[in-house]
């Protein structure tokens, strides 16, 4: 039992576990979406105007750099004489070209600073193409210098070659440098000895970018935290709807288990005083009723404990494992039919009638199984039923090539909301709850008869009574 119980506690742990696994997965899938969708959609904005900015930024600085007259600026402070300079310090004096160089750079950057027009020459690029500048941001740095003395190689300037260059903000705002919002970038060269080559770039951004990103892909988020939301009721409700089932399904095998045991002494005992009784009348005579009613008592203790096998077995069924034979379907409906007229003989109310071929038919069935669903449904019949007058009718009957089975009563029918569930395990409708039993009987039926590939259809009307028919289509 406690190695039964960790078993089941390993086995609900595995299920969470791989259940949380699932839903993070998910949750994972869901983010690499809307992150994608975030990423083309930052890539989709202002793209039309970006490109228009992009063509009047770069034929506003042809033959310039950075802005109009930033070469200007860089020119005066780096002239060739100063190149020549440097390239004497770059050959005998190392550590001394780097500190001149360093400082050359901050002097330029400072100049270009000062004297930069690119607030102006955006704002007249954006009043000519009709955009309001005041919600548009822009970023304009340098992000490639270096020298050459002959014209061919190039070294550093403004940092040594075991570092790298930073770039340099010169206008705007920094927080917008990413590739989303690159409009120009512009590497100039020139292949002429003591020149420079010299990188830049402009990034033009929306004010509130992102917010406009997400009120683009609005729709998805939505549409994703709604899905998020429903994969979290489902995972919950279909989680607890299995622990709940699963404990079911445990209380009722430890039911059975449990119930075996007591159920089984008894019937023992029974069969034994059975026995006995019947060595001591064997040979006394006009002990015929005796010796009747004795069979009967055996049979039925055997019948019994049948069932309580049958319980267990229903419980763990398995369909190929039945065995089945052909039989003689009519004389077993007279055999199971007079042991039932004999059980209520005392009770002149009921009446079990039948209406049988003559000829006997052969069909391939389970014995046993088939006298459990004619009990099953002949006692619910009675059971069932509450007319002065009980009866039930039980018809054999060869219908456009098939065999129909049917049990007929007059009792008080099925209501409507209860037909779906009446052949569910352990199911009771509630007009029949104070009447016992605990639901199994219509459960067996439907098990054995789809066992045995027959079909069985129910009909019913309150107070009226109700008809159960069991069709099967091989039969000799």
Known sequence: MLRRAKDRLLSTTMLKVTASLCFVILLGLHYKLISDAYEVKNAELFRVEKERIKQAYEKAIINDKLFPGGQNIIDSILSVEVLK????????NRPAFYATSSSLYRDIVVALKQDNTIDSLLARIFYDLGLESDTIEHSLLIHTFLLTFDGKEYVTFGYKPDQTFENTLLSGNPHIVRPPSLVSTITVSNALPYTYRFGFALYIQQERAIWHTLVGILPLLCLSGVSILLMLFVYFVTFNNWIKQKKLNEIISDFVNSITHEYKTPISTIKVCVKNLRREV???????????????????SDRLNNLIDQVIYVSMFDPGKIKKTEQPIVQDLETVLNDLRLKYQQNKNVYIQSHLPIQDLYVKYNLFLFTTVLINLVQNAVKYNDSDIINVHVDLKEIHGKLSLSVTDNGIGIAGEDLNYVFDRFYQGKSVKNRGGIGLGLYYVRQLVVTHNWKIDVKSKVNQGTTVTITMSEYK
């Open 85 to 92: 300079e440097l390239e004497i310090l770059h050959t005998v």
């Open 282 to 300: 064997r040979d006394q005579e006009g002990m015929d009723n005796i010796n009747t009613g004795l069979s009967i008592i055996e049979r039925q």
